[in-house]
């Protein structure tokens, strides 16, 4: 817990008009009125709806809190986590799922100190976003946190989760293919305009201190059109390359850069450029030295490669090209849902882990309604276990490390035997498929916790 941590008076939520709360029916979610910090917290934090007294706040972040979590699953000798994680709570469906996964299969086997910050959306335009800012903040003290979105600057990797008995629309990747997007700039922070008519455009660079600005003419319109302007910076592209070829290195994956410098000369050959100059100073020695290499290739022979492939290499795109690319690997591998998210800061040190999908919101609609559900929750799960997996690496726990490989191998090996969500059932059995061959979201999340038990007797998996 951090240090000078404040203690909430256990009747201090109940007795403030600006805490008041109420239990929702539809689920074992507290929902506060206000921007409560201990908002939309599960209901095992409250005892005849106080809270109990594992909870602090942070004198550090105001809209966080301090939990513990002591409940312990039989027989079981928790998991000491030496540091904390940071949480960030999401909204509707994954929100659901995000405390069955907590309450089932996390906090029964770790003894877990957990920062937690409400990101759901109606604590986050309640504190104007204050909280958002204050869970990054708390992402880069801690190093680890773990979303039910892209907070904090770095690199966004997507990897498949493979399980042998979900179909692959390319049947020839055999090995998982980590694609890296860089999150910063290019279209996405562009800026585009209608022509209306003819006349000439021009971009014009002012540097400061007052030398020349520089003027470029772009193009002579003869009539209607459109027009974008748009940029990237050296800071940024280095934090790229240095975090792509982190985690290439901690895989013992070739990486590959993807561009077209062929066109963009200047645009695209400063990516080319900083990659090959971040690559010479501090990584060539160390990937030869373990048999793999850093390579850029032009986007349309990437494209090409990647689909004859049999995967197995990390992929790094610029913005665009991996805001495409993810998805199309998605879709390959077999499902959305079957892909883990996590953002990597430069020095590869801080890591934030998340759900590759969205929130989920026709099922979260069902959900309201009373009617049953069956959301695929492997994402959310494996947020938890790339998240553990870094701080138990931080820390060098061995035994967390463990924890969270048997935890993956019993979710996967919980879909090859058959038991699935109907999201998975469609891809095996076909569009028509009958209830019989699908499990509903608790039900999947029972059956993974049944075999995480039964693995956790086995012998240690990590060396």
Known sequence: MLKQALRLPLGAISSSPASSTMLSSSSSILALRTNNPISLLPSRFFSNGVLNNQLVFSPHFPRAISLRCFA????????QVLNPIVEMDGDEMTRIIWSLVKDKLIFPYLNLDVKYFDLGILNRDATDDKVTVESAEAALKYNVAIKCATITPGTVFREPILCRNIPRIVPGWKKPICIGRHAFGDQYRAT??????????????????????????????????????M??????IHAFAQSSMSLAFSKKWPLYLSTKNTILKKYDGRFKDIFQEVYEQNWKDKFEENSIWYEHRLIDDMVAYAVKSEGGYVWACKNYDGDVQSDLLAQGFGSLGLMTSVLLSSDGKTLEAEAAHGTVTRHFRLHQKGQETSTNSIASIFAWTRGLEHRAKLDKNERLLDFVQKLEAACIETVEAGKMTKDLAILTHGPKVTREFYLNTEEFIDAVAVNLDLKLREPALCK
Request: charged fraction near 25%; glycine fraction near 14%.
């Open 231 to 236: 940029y990237n910076v050296d800071e940024s």
């Open 72 to 79: 312990s699953s039989s027989g079981f000798d928790k998991v």
């Open 192 to 229: 585009d305009t209608v022509i209306t008519g003819p006349g000439k455009l021009k971009m014009v660079f002012v540097p400061e201190g007052g030398d020349k600005p520089v003027e470029l003419d772009v193009y002579n319109f003869k009539g209607p059109g459109v027009a974008l302007a």
